[in-house]
């Protein structure tokens, strides 16, 4: 039993579990959204299901695929699998596992949500070679996270509309910036891997300055949401929450350098996501 519990603590691990803080709230964000402040509390849970299965699957598959790698990566030594903590019929199980369930889960949604799900599966399937091919790889990231809200969205409404394309931007844009800052502090080890990122493209020091006009153009667009969807004064708060806690995050890696990448450090960009959920929530319930 206790070898099971240990096994569970390492998929955990190994998908960092935290990071579902950065989808799962624009995911009911959307939802909340679509549905005028009152989706079906069912529709919730399959929506919940759907994000962390479809999420755990990627993430499972991303750190399989980049093994060879992250082997030689001296900052993943304590991942589980450089770690052999996990091995790959570990990782095919968790998958097979997450899939059963991503579909199950949105089977229970609106018929046009499993139809979909193949597209909104490929940014997951592309984004873990896109590093290998081309320096626009954050962006993919972003996409990928960005299919939480679009899930969202389209499991409550049954439809694709401009105010969901315009949170889908607003998000891939979030988390795209986030992940060339991320991804600036290996500019050393891909260049000798030939792997691509802004930070092998155009240097460390401009990649940042990219990821804080990409930050820039991401509140813009949450803020022409607001305006498109008629929110109260309330959401703009939340957007001031997250530009407060990006500009943090910038200001940072700018005075103490990369050293400060932590679980905590992540977290803390969870707090955009946070925000803008609940933030949204109570604008929505303020009407």
Not at 158 to 164: A, F, K, R, T, V
Request: charged share 10%; net charge positive; aromatic share 14%.
């Amino acid at each position: 039993m206790h070898s099971v519990w240990q096994k569970i603590d390492a998929h955990l691990n190994n998908v960092a579990f935290y990071q579902t803080v950065f989808s799962l709230p624009f995911a009911y964000m959307a939802a909340f959204l679509a549905a005028d402040g009152r989706p079906d509390i069912m529709v919730m849970v399959w929506i919940t299901l759907t994000i962390v299965a479809a999420r755990s699957a990627a993430l499972a598959l991303d750190n399989l695929i980049d093994l060879k790698y992250d082997v030689d990566q001296p900052r993943f030594k304590g991942r589980p699998m450089v770690a052999g903590q996990l091995n790959k019929r570990d990782i095919y199980l968790l998958v097979a596992i997450c899939f059963a369930v991503l579909i199950f889960a949105v089977l229970q949604l609106n018929p046009i949500c499993i139809k979909l799900l193949p597209i909104a599966a490929l940014p997951f399937i592309i984004y873990p070679y896109m590093k290998r091919v081309t320096c626009f790889c954050h962006y993919i990231c972003g996409v990928a996270v960005a299919m939480a809200p679009a899930g969202g969205w389209v499991a409550v409404s049954g439809e694709i509309s401009w105010p969901m394309i315009v949170l889908c931007l607003a998000v891939a844009l979030w988390i795209g910036g986030f992940d060339v800052v991320y991804g600036a502090q290996d500019e050393q080890f891909d260049k000798e891997h030939g792997l691509h990122s802004m930070a092998t493209a155009l240097g460390a020091k401009r990649a940042l300055w990219l990821a804080m006009l990409t930050h820039v153009a991401a509140l813009g667009i949450f803020v022409y949401l607001g305006l498109l969807l008629h929110l109260g004064v309330v959401y703009y708060v939340g957007v001031l929450v997250a530009a407060a806690v990006l500009y943090y995050q910038h200001r940072i890696i700018h005075l103490k350098g990369f050293g400060v990448f932590t679980k905590e450090y992540y977290m803390r960009n969870g707090i955009v996501s946070v925000a803008m959920f609940f933030f949204t929530l109570a604008s929505v319930f303020l009407k």
